[in-house]
């Protein structure tokens, strides 16, 4: 074909130099990977304000060539983070799935529109439908095969972008199933408020969040308290339903199997026994613990009874290797999304594939389902449960490793990957055990902010160092660990190893670099404590810092 | 470094064997774009029964050999639709910008996590922020260096993975903003229900679902009629806001500046006017109409004061060549989104960067947009403006080839890109003109069946045949350019012409293949035209044709 303009280059028709560009493209996300463009720390770190100042320009209004995109790609990755680097233990999104990887380069050239089936996206339609029946019978949740799927009222679950999402949709799913009302005539119109009941500590932002943007308003989400685990005190739920004003109707009950703060599991079996005896939707979190599905011998420990769930989540770009965005709400009742859809009774006949007539909030959007529609193709269950208990055993042998440090406490028994802990050297934990109960309150708040203090320094010293990267933000201390009780949050470092790369090695390389920033900073410490246990000083108690997401 | 485990090749440590198979991808990725897989067909046409057997398998159990892979992706592709093709004319989703596929390939690699700026996302952060501060220059609302941006409370708009999404957050936003209460409170407790104005003729299916899932309710949404040219009637909106109730209380109107049925832009100055003098929010959806935001002749001409607006969505992955997943919402009062946050101090003081703060429904989630922002950065506004310019010209080229055709009617003028049409011969046409007005009720039936069996007919060939694809729909013929009324709605061929390597020879070839599929029906068509106006016989007048999403 002849060139027809100067920007013929520019779109892909796919011919030998683009397919160059394309592969240079590769070859430089390779160098980002392998920590070649990164100096080979997890990051590069870099104030906000030398990025702000590196990046800024106005917009753009003259063509460059396609050569200078090179350059650009490799300064992005040079001030990345690596989340799949064997030095970052922060989150477990580590998305290194070779095979979820191609997938999800793939799904950008087919750039199928998932919200229909003629014109849209044919093949690619059932892929998801498949993938979303592989899932259900993970859960546990009855599954058919594809042949046997015959309209879109038999597809019992979605994709989502997100954990964030898929619980909103799980949520609105609840309500409008006990409310059907509110489709029609809104929320304005009732005569009472329909109210959630979770425990507020360990719960996701993102409900707190959906009562508000369902019109259902935050006072209505009625707190259930932890116990020193971490977990959903259901033995309080009933109590609660008791107390409930007349013009309160609960119509759900949340609980997590894998919190984002601990990733401890709440007791399904119980949570659900109540449920059904008050009739409430049983909605469950399990973006973290989904993973754990794929292991016959985990999910049996830990997941007992998920399948008894009205509703469940899981975010596979967590913990499952899956690149970002990957996240799925699956239902024990098939048919509740045609509840959203605007031809409801073409959703049963069989007439219509159209997946965007029953997937609330996305209209036009690309396969990103594929990714891992792929991964369980390639990799089967039994590989996956496999990997997650190995996976399993290195977060047993980190959490020993942790333990038997006298300089650090940990605030949690590990259940799926996650860890938290506070630096409080040994010589604070003996005053405090020496002084149980009876040290004064003006001392725990200041040995709490001397804690908090130490902790952040030690992890963002780590972290600007670009040699270990670990959590950080706020918790209580349900269990109370460290001795001062378990009001207010400590500021926490926590470990999350969702990378299926680590090693005990590769842990215990990453830990020592931990006690060995921490051992350095535990002399000045001593003497701040000490100052503070003889009256002497303050530590400056109002310090406000920094929380990530995870305590949000 | 020494192998650790049998399925250590399958996660990225990025060795020379994994390089391969991720340039391999590359290639199945150029096979498909090129046609190679699909034998050079815009699709292999399949019905759904065929797909689904060819897919159906349990969950898969066993670690499969990577090699394995490589086949599975080409049948995919075998079976999936090309957007990007030049005889696909129904969507204008091209995806096919080389620039903007980089960075859809690297922000899969770079992973990072756009919840946070700490530990998730530093330089992409701010890559975000700078993109959004670019759309508002280009819509006209007042900008800042990225510099001068110091704190979230400055970022005026967020990102999301589609123009559903985005409209549903532009209507959360304007509901807040009027009725703060409801945060905590809830829609229950309002003493009246807030109600949205539109023309539901031409909006966009999202809002009236925002209405069912933010809890206002369908029936508070008030009906505008439209105008013979598919816009919003604004000379009606205020004797509606008269003759409301009084426990109905309005809050917004949306426009559309390109519908999705005809791409037609409504008169936003007049709108903008009348929501200023009613203390209305005005969101446009300017999802289609975007991509003329680049072109200043275009703007002018078409999107005349939509920086007046309190919000505006667009899609780039709709018209700007960007693959999925790309739509941003922009604001006029850039704090808008603090209302979404728990921490909503921490966005105006600067210390935090964390975008998730201030981004409802999206927690965790990709670096999507770095596509749209390279694109940007690497074309620049004026080649884009450009190229959106000169396939406007091609677009009024396809629509004078149309409207020459006797054998076919035009509904719409084309604004942007999209044109709806029906197969109506030239003997019905001189039929209706003339018996004008006096043609029996039920001929007037009959024949409105007659066309849209055979528009039906004639678009289902050419899409099963993998020569042609044009888009069906339902569709009011709201200029009564057939003239059989404005009533009822027809099924319309539509063409939306978005792909920038159409040239003028490419359309005329695209429509030739139209105009001889239906050469070879029009005589068959006769036989049961003339049935009909000597009343010999019945239209199947009661067959519903399936409808595409732009009809929804």
């Not at 199933?177 to 959630?196: A, D, M, R, T």
């Not at 290797?321 to 959703?347: A, G, H, N």
Request: net charge positive.
């Amino acid at each position: 074909m002849k060139k027809k303009s100067k920007y013929e280059d520019y779109f892909l028709l796919s011919d030998e130099k683009q397919e160059k560009i394309l592969k240079k493209t590769i070859n430089i996300s390779l160098d980002f990977l392998r920590g070649d463009l990164r100096d080979n720390k997890f990051l590069i770190y870099k104030k906000p304000e030398y990025l702000k100042s590196q990046l800024d320009s106005g917009l753009p209004l003259h063509l460059k060539k396609i050569e200078n995109t090179f350059k650009i790609l490799k300064k992005i990755g040079r001030y990345s983070i690596a989340q799949s680097d064997l030095n970052y233990l922060a989150f477990p999104d580590s998305g290194n799935s070779l095979i979820a990887m191609m997938g999800a380069l793939y799904s950008k050239f087919l750039n199928q529109n998932l919200i229909g089936f003629d014109r849209s996206a044919p093949v690619a339609t059932f892929i998801e439908i498949q993938l979303i029946e592989w899932l259900r019978e993970l859960i546990g949740y009855n599954t058919k095969s594809l042949k046997k799927i015959n309209c879109l009222a038999d597809v019992g679950g979605m994709f989502t972008t997100g954990g964030h999402m898929s619980n909103h949709v799980g949520i609105l799913a609840a309500l409008n199933k006990k409310f059907p009302e509110i489709k029609e005539n809104g929320l304005s119109n009732l005569k009472f408020s329909p109210v959630i009941l979770l425990s507020k500590k360990i719960s996701h932002y993102s409900i707190d969040s959906a009562a508000h943007h369902l019109g259902i308003g935050k006072e209505n989400i009625i707190d259930i308290p932890i116990t020193g685990d971490y977990t959903t005190d259901y033995n309080v739920i009933e109590k609660i339903l008791k107390k409930l004003p007349k013009n309160k109707k609960p119509f759900m009950v949340v609980s997590v199997a894998g919190n984002t703060r601990t990733s401890n599991i709440d007791n399904l079996s119980k949570i659900n026994n109540l449920c059904k005896k008050h009739n409430l939707w049983h909605h469950i979190d399990a973006c973290h613990g989904g993973s754990l599905l794929f292991s016959d011998k985990l999910k049996s420990k830990y997941l007992q009874n998920i399948e008894q769930a009205d509703s469940v989540t899981i975010d596979p770009h967590k913990g499952l290797f899956v690149p970002y965005s990957s996240s799925y709400i699956l239902f024990k009742e098939r048919s509740v999304l045609t509840m959203f859809s605007r031809y409801q009774e073409d959703c049963f006949n069989g007439s219509v594939w159209d997946l965007g007539f029953i997937t609330p909030f996305y209209g036009s959007r690309g396969f990103d389902s594929l990714s891992l529609w792929l991964f369980i193709k390639i990799m089967g269950k039994k590989s996956i449960g496999e990997i997650i208990e190995s996976r399993f055993k290195i977060v047993k042998f980190a959490e020993k490793i942790m333990k038997e440090n006298q300089d650090f406490i940990t605030l949690n028994e590990i259940d799926i990957y996650r860890m938290a802990f506070v630096f409080c050297p040994d010589y604070i934990q003996k005053y405090i055990t020496l002084n149980s109960g009876k040290i004064n309150k003006n001392i725990v708040k200041k040995l709490k902010s001397l804690i908090d203090k130490y902790s952040h320094i030690i992890n963002q010293r780590l972290y600007e160092s670009g040699k270990l990267c670990l959590d950080e933000y706020k918790l209580h201390d349900a269990g109370n660990k460290v001795g001062l009780g378990t009001e207010d949050r400590y500021i926490v470092f926590a470990i999350t190893l969702g990378n299926p790369l680590f090693t005990k090695e590769t842990i215990e390389k990453s830990l020592n670099i931990l006690f060995q920033e921490a051992e350095k900073i535990k002399i000045k410490m001593y003497y701040e404590f000490n100052n503070i246990i003889s009256f002497k000083t303050n530590v400056d108690e109002k310090k406000e810092y920094k929380s990530g997401p995870a305590g949000w």
